[in-house]
Nanobody, 122 residues
Framework: VQLQASGGGLVQAGGSLRLSCAAS????????MAWFRQAPGKEREFVAV????????TYADSVKGRFTISRDSAENLVYLQMSSLKPEDTAVYYC????????????????WGQGTQVTVSS
């Protein structure tokens, strides 16, 4: 499975961005698909995950109510809609895929995209 993240950029605080993750190389419809982020000097942290069956979603407390993860299985795409962005959301955002037991543990995800930079100015 190859993952390609895109959609990052520079946005003012309070603005919105939508990240996309394109999957190829294998049917990904049953994978757990997640977004993580890594700010300079910090550990990579969980942001959100969407899982089957039912496309159940889970979010980090820091983004709950502001970010929405969704998937388009027909197009092998996963999205992260980010709203009400804050400067502390500035990070490189990574999409990840796999079959995991612990949703927020990055080492359990087998496949990673290359990351896309999100910068939120105050």
């Amino acid at each position: 499975v190859q993952l390609q993240a895109s959609g990052g950029g520079l946005v003012q605080a309070g603005g919105s961005l939508r990240l996309s993750c394109a999957a190829s190389g294998r049917t990904f419809s049953t994978f757990y698909m997640a977004w993580f982020r890594q700010a300079p000097g910090k550990e990579r942290e969980f942001v959100a995950v969407i899982r089957r069956p039912g496309d159940v979603t889970t979010y980090a407390d820091s983004v709950k109510g502001r970010f929405t993860i969704s998937r388009d299985s027909a197009e092998n795409l996963v999205y992260l809609q980010m709203s009400s962005l804050k400067p502390e959301d500035t990070a490189v955002y990574y999409c990840a895929a796999g079959y995991v037991r612990h949703l927020t543990i990055k080492r359990e995800y087998d496949y990673w995209g290359q990351g896309t930079q999100v910068t939120v100015s105050s």
